[in-house]
Nanobody
Framework: QVQLVESGGGLVQAGGSLRLSCSASGRTFGSYTMAWFPQAPGKERELVAVITSGGHTYYADSVKGRFTISRDNAKSTVYLQMNSLEPEDTAVYYC??????????????????WGQGTQVTVSS
């Protein structure tokens, strides 16, 4: 079992930056694929960034060049650096963990563990 706790959300003006953190419990953090899923009001969660246990990354087109996902296995933490934020980035951002190996892909899931989310609000 893995517990995930997000932090770092807040209110920022358009063009600004935020860094989200997701701390995980458990001793096997390094073996998990980690991802961030924002959920805007009235919309489904969407995958925007993934980092595998080997450090490979994937980004949705909407955030390429603006967001960077990284991980520190020694601290059992994954980060999402968000730059050039836009009002459309406003959402609750959820951290998720995926056990490996299992059927599916990092982009399609499934993801097995979820955090409670942290609110990101970008004002225009």
């Amino acid at each position: 079992q893995v517990q995930l706790v997000e932090s770092g959300g807040g209110l920022v003006q358009a063009g600004g930056s935020l860094r989200l953190s997701c701390s995980a419990s458990g001793r096997t953090f390094g073996s998990y694929t980690m991802a961030w899923f924002p959920q805007a009001p009235g919309k489904e969660r969407e995958l925007v960034a993934v980092i595998t246990s080997g450090g490979h990354t994937y980004y949705a087109d909407s955030v390429k060049g603006r967001f960077t996902i990284s991980r520190d296995n020694a601290k059992s933490t994954v980060y999402l650096q968000m730059n050039s934020l836009e009002p459309e980035d406003t959402a609750v951002y959820y951290c998720a963990a995926r056990r490996t190996p299992q059927a599916g892909t990092p982009q399609a899931g499934p993801y097995n563990y979820w955090g409670q989310g942290t609110q990101v609000t970008v004002s225009s």
